[in-house]
Each structure stands twice: as structure tokens, then as C-alpha cells.
């Protein structure tokens, strides 16, 4: 089992960006098939991207495939999403998953995103 820590999330302007990081915990991380999830207010939890431990991605959207960047250092158990032109819709928490079969088996606790226009 990991477990996450989210953080990078805050305030940024319409236009701007930030990187999210997540912090594991736990010998298995490189195991792990890494993710990032977002609920915005009032909507369903939404899948953004996800992060094998070779380093392949799968995105949510072609929107966020072109804005945003999912990355992982293995040797610091860390994934990381960069996000680009934000859009104030970005306005969510995000969530840092985990997951060594079919199941998002491990969860952060989610850091807070506010896109202002």
C-alpha cells in the first residue's frame, strides 16, 4: 500500500499554470499505475490522466491531453501533472490516484485548483 499527499494546488488567473505534485509513500510505487482525477462543485469525479511505470500515459480528453503533462520520478515516488492554459472549468479539487490492478485502489486527500477569469 502507498499512501498519497497532494500539493501545488492555489489561485491562478485564466492563462496560467500550475504543477500539481504527489508524494507516495511505500517501497511499491514504481508498481503502481499512477492517476490524477479532479471533482469540480456540483459534478461527478472526473478522470484526467494516468501514468504507467514505464512512463505511458492515457488521458481523460484531447482538451487536457494538450494542456496538461503527467509525469512520474520513480526514484523520488513522486507524480506530478502540469497544467497550461488553465481554463476557469480547471476550477477543481485534485485527486492523486493509485492502482496495481483495475481498481483506484489508493487516494489523496486532493489539493485545491481555482482558476479565475
Known amino acids: 500500500q502507498v499512501q498519497l499527499v497532494e500539493s501545488g494546488g492555489g489561485l491562478v488567473q485564466a492563462g496560467g499554470s500550475l504543477r500539481l505534485s504527489c508524494a507516495a509513500s511505500?517501497?511499491?510505487?514504481?508498481?503502481?499505475?499512477m492517476g490524477w482525477f479532479r471533482r469540480a462543485p456540483g459534478k461527478e469525479r472526473e478522470f484526467v490522466v494516468s501514468?504507467?511505470?514505464?512512463?505511458?500515459?492515457?488521458y481523460g480528453s484531447d482538451s487536457m491531453k494538450g494542456r496538461f503533462t503527467i509525469s512520474r520520478d520513480n526514484a523520488k515516488n513522486t507524480v506530478y501533472l502540469q497544467m497550461n492554459s488553465l481554463k476557469p472549468e480547471d476550477t477543481a479539487v485534485y485527486f492523486c490516484?493509485?492502482?496495481?490492478?483495475?481498481?483506484?485502489?489508493?487516494w489523496g486527500q486532493g489539493t485545491q485548483v481555482t482558476v479565475s477569469s
Open positions: 501514468i504507467t511505470w514505464s512512463g505511458g500515459t492515457t
Open positions: 490516484a493509485g492502482r496495481t490492478g483495475m481498481v483506484w485502489s489508493n
Open positions: 511505500g517501497r511499491t510505487f514504481s508498481s503502481y499505475v
